[in-house]
């Protein structure tokens, strides 16, 4: 079955890194484009960026745009967003996410930002 789990959530200062992993078993990896999307509390799931199958397209939000860059290593069934210059705003629960006849998610992972 799909499986998508995400991992490297954490705290940081305002300013700060993190990279967060997804990793994706149970589909062919190499056919789908993968998303990330982020909940904050009270808020509903917005879409952060995406990731074309060859990794050779990537869309995102306009918040994130210049901060935030997704990746993905096909040998690895593996996806990633690599978030600089956090800011509180980005305190939220990060999703991986994958559309095949469903749209699948993880369990998640908390990003927290704060000084």
């Known amino acids: 079955q799909v499986q998508l789990v995400e991992s490297g959530g954490g705290w940081v200062q305002p300013g700060g890194s993190l990279r967060l992993s997804c990793a994706a078993s149970g589909f062919t990896f190499t056919n789908y484009a993968m998303r990330w999307y982020r909940q904050a509390l009270g808020k509903e799931r917005e879409f952060v960026a995406l990731?074309?199958?060859?990794?050779?397209?990537?869309i995102y939000a306009d918040s994130v745009k210049g901060r935030f860059t997704i990746s993905r290593d096909n040998a690895k069934n593996m996806v990633y967003l690599h978030m600089n210059s956090l800011k509180p705003e980005d305190t939220a629960v990060y999703y991986c996410s994958t559309s095949i006849t469903f749209t699948y998610w993880g369990q998640g992972t908390q990003v927290t930002v704060s000084s």
């Open positions: 990731i074309g199958s060859a990794g050779d397209g990537t």
